[in-house]
T-cell receptor
Framework: DAGVIQSPRHEVTEMGQEVTLRCKPI?????LFWYRQTMMRGLELLIY????????DSGMPEDRFSAKMPNASFSTLKIQPSEPRDSAVYFC????????????FGPGTRLTVL | QKEVEQNSGPLSVPEGAIASLNCTYS??????FFWYRQYSGKSPELIMF????GDKEDGRFTAQLNKASQYVSLLIRDSQPSDSATYLC?????????????FGKGTKLSVKP
């Protein structure tokens, strides 16, 4: 079975540019999570979807961040405009349901904003 | 603010020894607890989960939960160099936060041959 797929694996961009990160969850999973990991703050939940509907976006840092899940097999996290402090590893994870099921993480996207 | 606290380490143990990793959490209503392992440059992967007070064993791993003390731990018996990684404790919210995992910053474990 294919795991969670993320693209790109690495992204280097300049401050002010738009960045779009993509995620394909495991087939049959109904919940999708976007996390950000930095040395200083650890692994932080940004937003999670259940059945394509955003359930909790309280972790989204500010209006520059937006996330969509147009269908059960695809989600995007967009940063516009990007800033150097957005540099981090962004993980997507999915689970069968949000309530206590194991979350399976994708390989992550390492974002560097210059 | 719900918090999950872990000693950042590094925790260094000799090969074959027992490694003990600890975690405390602030939300008394939390019901589900998870341990993830993360190798350097890789994504977190689930090792164990525990819901009930007491011990849960899986191979060389034992998770221990004490809800009264808001404490969860992971014991790794017969530690191997391949166990060297960062171990993340995660606590699942409840009610409106159900589905949210709150992660600690992790404890880095080093197993010396």
């Amino acid at each position: 079975d294919a795991g969670v797929i993320q693209s790109p694996r690495h992204e280097v961009t300049e401050m002010g540019q738009e960045v779009t990160l993509r995620c394909k969850p495991i087939s049959g999973h109904n919940s999708l999570f976007w996390y950000r990991q930095t040395m200083m703050r650890g692994l932080e939940l940004l937003i999670y979807f259940n059945n394509n509907v955003p359930i909790d976006d309280s972790g989204m840092p500010e209006d520059r961040f937006s996330a969509k899940m147009p269908n059960a097999s695809f989600s995007t996290l967009k940063i516009q405009p990007s800033e150097p402090r957005d540099s981090a590893v962004y993980f997507c994870a999915s689970s069968k349901s949000g309530t206590g099921d194991t979350q399976y993480f994708g390989p992550g996207t390492r974002l560097t904003v210059l | 603010q719900k918090e999950v606290e872990q000693n950042s380490g590094p925790l260094s143990v000799p090969e074959g020894a027992i490694a003990s990793l600890n975690c405390t959490y602030s939300d008394r209503g939390s019901q589900s607890f998870f341990w993830y392992r993360q190798y350097s440059g890789k994504s977190p992967e689930l090792i164990m989960f525990i819901y009930s007070n007491g011990d849960k064993e899986d191979g060389r791993f034992t998770a221990q939960l004490n809800k009264a003390s808001q404490y969860v731990s992971l014991l790794i018996r017969d530690s191997q160099p391949s166990d060297s990684a960062t171990y993340l404790c995660a606590v699942m919210g409840y009610g409106g936060s159900q589905g949210n995992l709150i992660f600690g910053k992790g404890t880095k474990l080093s197993v010396k041959p």
